[in-house]
């Protein structure tokens, strides 16, 4: 396989249950991102790791707990949930993480909430 | 910090028309710019960067941005629109220092119709 690789694709979860979500990442790459696409609003960062350390963190409810435990894999654990957490969860990787660094994006996982 | 602005929510075009979206950044040196394309339900696919040189990028697809300094913008451009460029696109600014990841636009979505 080549690129970043989400599963599952699509995820519809109950709001007391615990799932998480998995990116897999085949390019070397060093820094790995979590973004949360809604319907209305812009592309939201949510996470940051580069060299499996987190380095940003966009005020993210603790509901949402991140794992990078090498280079190639990131998870998003999900925790009793909201409706409006219903989004295309975006995994995406970069070489360095550095502002001319390009970002490979996953296809995502669309979550629903109910 | 940079910041990018995407003017136009939503575009319809013709196929077959010429297109050009928007993309202007704030930043206070030349940064590094992209433009991305997202289809229904897909991941972010990069159709072009600028880091230096000359301002007039070639991307995949058919696509080519501009890059003017003095109206610090980056607009894409297409000469003849077909019906499998409706999608999403997504500008992107990237910093020439420091470890900050990509900022992405709004987005402006493309139609296209017969």
């Known amino acids: 396989e080549t690129g970043v690789t989400q599963t599952p694709r699509h995820l519809v979860m109950g709001m007391t249950n615990k799932k998480s979500l998995k990116c897999e990442q085949h390019l070397g790459h060093n820094a790995m991102y979590w973004y949360k696409q809604s319907a209305k609003k812009p592309l939201e960062l949510m996470f940051v790791y580069s060299l499996e350390e987190r380095v940003e963190n966009n005020s993210v409810p603790s509901r949402f707990s991140p794992e990078c435990p090498n280079s190639s894999h990131l998870f998003l654990h999900l925790h009793t949930l909201q409706p409006e957490d219903s989004a295309l969860y975006l995994c995406?990787?970069?070489?360095?993480?550095?502002?001319?660094?390009?970002?490979?994006f996953g296809q995502g996982t669309r979550l629903t909430v109910v | 910090a940079q910041s990018v602005t995407q003017p136009d929510i939503h575009i319809t075009v013709s196929e077959g028309a010429s297109l050009e979206l928007r993309c202007n950044y704030s930043y206070g040196a030349t940064p590094y710019l992209f433009w991305y394309v997202q289809s229904p339900g897909q991941g972010l696919q990069l159709l072009l960067k600028?880091?230096?040189?000359?301002?007039l990028v070639q991307g995949i697809k058919g696509f080519e941005a501009e890059f003017k300094r003095s109206q610090s913008s980056f607009n894409l451009r297409k000469p003849s629109v077909h019906w499998s460029d409706a999608a999403e696109y997504f500008c992107?600014?990237?910093?020439?220092?420091?470890?900050?990841?990509?900022?992405f636009g709004k987005g402006t979505r493309l139609s296209v119709i017969a």
């Open positions: 600028y880091f230096s040189g000359d301002t």
């Open positions: 995406a990787s970069s070489q360095d993480g550095r502002g001319w660094d390009e970002a490979f």
């Open positions: 992107a600014v990237g910093a020439r220092s420091g470890n900050t990841p990509l900022v």
